[in-house]
């Protein structure tokens, strides 16, 4: 649980609005930040960051990201001025271990006030995929793009809209953040074999729904919803397919759950899904933090949960409970998994993995306990990867960088029957 929480402080945690500048003056910085990745020079490079930026990220949490960066993706070697749209300019850039997109945009300071990288998913590096072409949905202006596996079989197929989970996470179920198992590629692939097409795609601010994305203070868990809404409601008035099937994995599943409920969906299945609310979520990763520090955040959460932004924020939480970030919060701490579960009149399946170490098999179960018609099934040493592994912490985590294993024995075929069903 506690990855899911880091790897959406990640993504979010450096964008922000700013003025449009030339893309000369982002080149300099870029340079300077190449430079001082590399040498591991953290104090010269946080002397590049805006006032704001360096508010929300104190120099030794900064250091703390610098040095996880590094080991994960390896040296920054190249980068290459792309485009710039609106008040972002982007770049493609190759690090030792993986290329990613980079998102930049300076202060009027010339200081970095958003900085920060997401999967790359150009033509050039995608592997071949069979039955696979590019799909997109636009939603308010925006577009965002996915791809489209369809097998050979002729007539009407079932279509699976499968979700992504929390922070960078591609549509292959990749990250910069060092995940490489492209479990969600697999899943697709298995699907197609079963004559079961399937629809995956990247959310706003990822690959190539970059363009899509906003500014923190305009961010809002309910717009990944609409967007899921948005591929339910296009996949049900495309004549090659019978029905839709939404599928979330991870923070996906209540994604996926929402949606699932506002469309037209004729299942649904929650893949490692979250039982509870977020706030719940939260208090159980801060109960290691000193009782002033635990008080203030239970305060913090209560107002947002009310609707009420927040400007007591404890050092310690600021990074957390930002005021930035605050609107996307209120829109998420809104919703209860079991509430929302609970409201489904269509076919439910849980799937969990008993080698979670990011999501418990309790809130499978819990999710079970408030749908009781809802299917439930448990893979033994299935991790959050979706693969399976000797219950051994490293072990497990060596199954988020493994593309060439397959997925759990069983996982497909649970899925298949079902859909098929």
């Given at each position: 649980?506690?990855?899911?929480?880091?790897?959406?402080?990640?993504?979010?945690?450096?964008?922000?609005?700013?003025?449009?500048?030339?893309?000369?003056?982002?080149?300099?910085?870029?340079?300077?930040?190449?430079?001082?990745?590399n040498a591991d020079?953290?104090?010269?490079?946080?002397?590049?960051m805006s006032g704001?930026?360096?508010?929300?990220?104190?120099?030794?949490?900064?250091?703390?990201?610098?040095?996880?960066?590094?080991?994960?993706?390896?040296?920054?070697?190249?980068?290459?001025?792309?485009?710039?749209?609106?008040?972002?300019?982007?770049?493609?850039?190759?690090?030792?271990?993986?290329?990613?997109?980079?998102?930049?945009?300076?202060?009027?300071?010339?200081?970095?006030?958003?900085?920060?990288?997401?999967?790359?998913?150009?033509?050039?590096?995608?592997?071949?995929?069979?039955?696979?072409?590019?799909?997109?949905?636009?939603?308010?202006?925006?577009?965002?793009?996915?791809?489209?596996?369809?097998?050979?079989?002729?007539?009407?197929?079932?279509?699976?809209?499968?979700?992504?989970?929390?922070?960078?996470?591609?549509?292959?179920?990749?990250?910069?953040?060092?995940?490489?198992?492209?479990?969600?590629?697999?899943?697709?692939?298995?699907?197609?074999?079963?004559?079961?097409?399937?629809?995956?795609?990247?959310?706003?601010?990822?690959?190539?729904?970059?363009?899509?994305?906003?500014?923190?203070?305009?961010?809002?868990?309910?717009?990944?919803?609409?967007?899921?809404?948005?591929?339910?409601?296009?996949?049900?008035?495309?004549?090659?397919?019978?029905?839709?099937?939404?599928?979330?994995?991870?923070?996906?599943?209540?994604?996926?759950?929402?949606?699932?409920?506002?469309?037209?969906?004729?299942?649904?299945?929650?893949?490692?899904?979250?039982?509870?609310?977020?706030?719940?979520?939260?208090?159980?990763?801060?109960?290691?933090?000193?009782?002033?520090?635990?008080?203030?955040?239970?305060?913090?959460?209560?107002?947002?949960?009310?609707?009420?932004?927040?400007?007591?924020?404890?050092?310690?939480?600021?990074?957390?409970?930002?005021?930035?970030?605050?609107?996307?919060?209120?829109?998420?701490?809104?919703?209860?998994?079991?509430?929302?579960?609970?409201?489904?009149?269509?076919?439910?399946?849980?799937?969990?993995?008993?080698?979670?170490?990011?999501?418990?098999?309790?809130?499978?179960?819990?999710?079970?306990?408030?749908?009781?018609?809802?299917?439930?099934?448990?893979?033994?040493?299935?991790?959050?990867?979706?693969?399976?592994?000797?219950?051994?912490?490293?072990?497990?985590l060596a199954t988020?960088?493994?593309?060439?294993?397959?997925?759990?024995?069983?996982?497909?075929?649970?899925?298949?029957?079902?859909?098929?069903?």
């Amino acid at each position: 649980m506690k990855k899911i929480i880091v790897s959406f402080l990640v993504a979010c945690s450096v964008a922000g609005t700013v003025c449009g500048q030339e893309h000369k003056d982002v080149d300099a910085v870029v340079g300077r930040f190449q430079q001082y990745f590399n040498a591991d020079q953290t104090d010269s490079l946080y002397t590049m960051m805006s006032g704001r930026i360096q508010q929300l990220m104190p120099l030794e949490k900064t250091k703390a990201m610098m040095q996880q960066l590094h080991g994960q993706m390896g040296d920054f070697n190249s980068y290459k001025y792309s485009s710039t749209e609106g008040k972002m300019t982007y770049y493609k850039v190759a690090f030792k271990n993986v290329n990613a997109i980079l998102i930049a945009s300076l202060d009027e300071n010339k200081k970095m006030d958003v900085f920060r990288f997401t999967p790359d998913k150009t033509d050039e590096n995608k592997k071949a995929e069979a039955g696979a072409t590019e799909i997109s949905m636009t939603r308010e202006g925006a577009v965002i793009h996915g791809t489209l596996t369809m097998p050979e079989t002729k007539g009407k197929v079932p279509v699976v809209l499968l979700i992504a989970g929390s922070g960078p996470t591609d549509r292959d179920g990749n990250s910069t953040l060092g995940i490489t198992a492209a479990s969600y590629r697999l899943l697709a692939d298995s699907l197609r074999n079963a004559g079961i097409a399937c629809v995956r795609y990247d959310k706003r601010g990822i690959g190539e729904s970059t363009a899509a994305s906003k500014s923190e203070e305009d961010m809002s868990f309910d717009d990944m919803v609409n967007d899921a809404s948005g591929f339910v409601a296009m996949l049900n008035k495309d004549e090659r397919f019978s029905g839709v099937i939404v599928a979330g994995h991870s923070e996906g599943s209540l994604v996926g759950m929402i949606a699932a409920g506002k469309g037209r969906a004729k299942k649904y299945i929650s893949i490692s899904g979250i039982a509870a609310p977020a706030d719940k979520v939260l208090k159980v990763q801060l109960a290691s933090f000193p009782a002033d520090v635990r008080k203030n955040a239970d305060v913090i959460m209560d107002s947002l949960k009310k609707g009420y932004s927040v400007t007591n924020i404890h050092a310690d939480l600021m990074m957390l409970f930002r005021p930035s970030i605050q609107p996307y919060m209120r829109s998420w701490l809104k919703y209860d998994p079991q509430s929302a579960i609970k409201k489904l009149k269509i076919p439910v399946m849980l799937v969990q993995g008993d080698n979670d170490v990011q999501v418990a098999t309790a809130n499978a179960q819990q999710l079970k306990k408030a749908l009781p018609a809802a299917k439930l099934v448990i893979f033994k040493d299935m991790t959050h990867a979706l693969k399976d592994a000797a219950h051994d912490y490293e072990k497990n985590l060596a199954t988020y960088k493994n593309a060439d294993l397959s997925l759990t024995p069983g996982l497909a075929s649970a899925i298949i029957s079902f859909i098929k069903k």
